[in-house]
């Protein structure tokens, strides 16, 4: 029988150590490792030697297989053709030298590939003819004659399959054709991921770019709104998360808190459910600290997650805090134009001045008042003053509120003619009761207007004094 792999104390046809180098094989520590059409078993020593936890060597030649048992004990052989593959699965597949002898090549790959644990690596090593054409050529070479693919030829063969063409091996004496090495694995499936914060156009990239092009977009939104509504099965807890202070305006926050909870992995698979183990896309803003665990709980799951990262045009967002403040700030100014006066705005009002004294709160040393005051033009008036106890002071600083009842009653063109004020009493000086109280309004501290009535329910208690 000839001797074909090579061995320090025998030399073969094949430069089975340069093979081996060209192989490019992964790291075999701990994995499991089948060589079909194994001849003298030099692939699974190496294997054993480099830490597999099973090395399997399949061959269908006595002779080779005997041989084999001999100089690698610690590992497995078995007699027979690859037409009754091991059940595996295995995490390397080795086929070197040998697919041109199947009948059925297309099909041989089919089942090596069908053996592979699900993140497992075919290595082809075989022989490639030069053609632009995919086609299957007989070659004769110096033993017999066989067929071998064209690169075209290797790429229908491999459709459906993640594949990468790793170098050339090495060239075989009598054999015409050149010999490529080629590592197949399973293609997983890609999620693509819009994670980007809310307005940096993820919609409209998932719509123009993934559903254009038929893969399903999973919008996080939908899936947690359809969860609340009830019309979506989820995992208890993550359920309560997401029901918990819900508002579709802030799903932002409400991810945040999924997140922050330890529930993000919870939330992935919602939408793994939802796309089923095929391409798809998430549209989903998710915090950038937890893009990570997006994407380990998809490798995890068989996907292989692809990360979208863009700059956002146009004007940027502000914080709804930020909004809030400013928002407030601006209403803030507004009272203080009022209190001055519109100037020129014309007023529908015509109804001369007046006002009210809705609430009086007296302690022992302040004393607080509300109502409503506008003067002849329908403006707030600029001061205010409290007699009390015989002395009047003017008031030239209060709150101006909102008075929607009594802008919608008088036909007022703004609400703001609310006011409240605090003055400090002297907690030592005697006051008397607080029937006493009266209020005015004016535009001139020195030509106040009458006092403002006061309102029913209020007046009767007030002539207590002091509470
Ligand atoms: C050219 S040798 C390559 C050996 C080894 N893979 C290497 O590259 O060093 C081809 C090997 O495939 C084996 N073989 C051929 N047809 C086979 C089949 N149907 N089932 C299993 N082994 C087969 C042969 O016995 C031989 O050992």
Not at 56 to 78: K, M, N, W
Not at 245 to 263: C, H, M, N, Q
Not at 441 to 446: K, L, P, Q, V
Request: aromatic share 8%; glycine share 10%; charged share 25%.
């Amino acid at each position: 029988m000839a001797q074909y792999q090579s061995f320090p104390d025998a030399a073969g046809d094949s430069r089975t150590l340069e093979k081996l180098k060209a192989l490019n094989l992964p790291p075999l520590n701990g994995r499991t490792f089948l060589d079909v059409g194994c001849n003298e078993g030099f692939f699974c020593g190496y294997a054993h030697f480099d830490g597999a936890s099973r090395s399997v060597g399949l061959d269908r030649s006595r002779g080779f297989i005997a041989r084999a048992r001999c100089r690698f004990p610690q590992c497995e052989f078995a007699e027979r053709s690859w037409d009754q593959l091991p059940d595996g699965p295995f995490d390397v597949i080795l086929l070197a030298s040998a697919l041109h002898y199947a009948d059925d090549q297309p099909a041989l790959v089919r089942a090596l590939m069908s053996r592979l644990s699900p993140d497992g690596l075919l290595v082809l090593e075989m022989g490639i003819i030069s053609s632009p054409e995919a086609k299957w050529v007989k070659v004769k070479r110096g033993i017999d004659e066989r067929f071998f693919p064209s690169m075209p030829m290797v790429k229908e063969l491999l459709r459906g399959y993640a594949w990468k063409w790793i170098g050339p091996s090495i060239a075989q004496d009598g054999d015409p054709v050149p010999r490529h090495v080629i590592h197949v694995a399973r293609q997983r499936p890609t999620a693509y991921l819009l994670m980007q914060p809310p307005a940096y156009g993820k919609t409209t990239i998932a719509e123009g770019l993934f559903r254009r092009a038929d893969i399903p977009v999973v919008s996080g939104d939908d899936v947690i709104q359809r969860v609340v509504k009830g019309m979506r099965a989820a995992p208890e807890e993550l359920r309560a998360l997401l029901e918990a202070d819900y508002s579709p305006f802030r799903l932002d926050e409400t991810i945040r808190k999924v997140f922050a909870a330890g529930k993000g992995r919870s939330l992935v698979q919602l939408w793994i459910e939802e796309a089923g183990p095929a391409d798809f896309a998430v549209d989903a803003y998710v915090p950038s600290e937890w893009h990570d665990l997006v994407r380990s709980g998809l490798t995890d799951a068989g996907y292989m997650p692809v990360s979208l990262y863009w700059e956002r045009a146009g004007t940027s967002m502000q914080s709804a805090e930020a909004i809030t403040e400013r928002a407030d700030a601006y209403y803030a100014s507004l009272a203080d134009s009022a209190s001055q006066g519109f100037d020129g705005m014309p007023s529908t009002y015509s109804g001369g001045a007046r006002g009210f004294v809705d609430e009086v709160d007296m302690a022992a040393d302040r004393l607080r008042v509300r109502g409503w005051a506008v003067d002849e033009d329908g403006k707030v008036p600029r001061y205010l003053s409290v007699r009390i106890n015989g002395q009047t002071r003017m008031v030239d600083v209060f709150e101006h509120l909102l008075r929607h009842d009594v802008q919608k009653h008088l036909g007022l063109d703004h609400a703001l003619c609310g006011y409240s004020f605090t003055i400090p009493l002297d907690p030592a000086a005697s006051v008397g009761g607080l029937g006493a109280i009266e209020v005015r309004a004016g535009n001139d501290t020195e030509r106040m207007g009458p006092a403002l009535p006061i309102a029913g329910s209020l007046a009767k208690r007030l002539a207590g004094g002091r509470r």
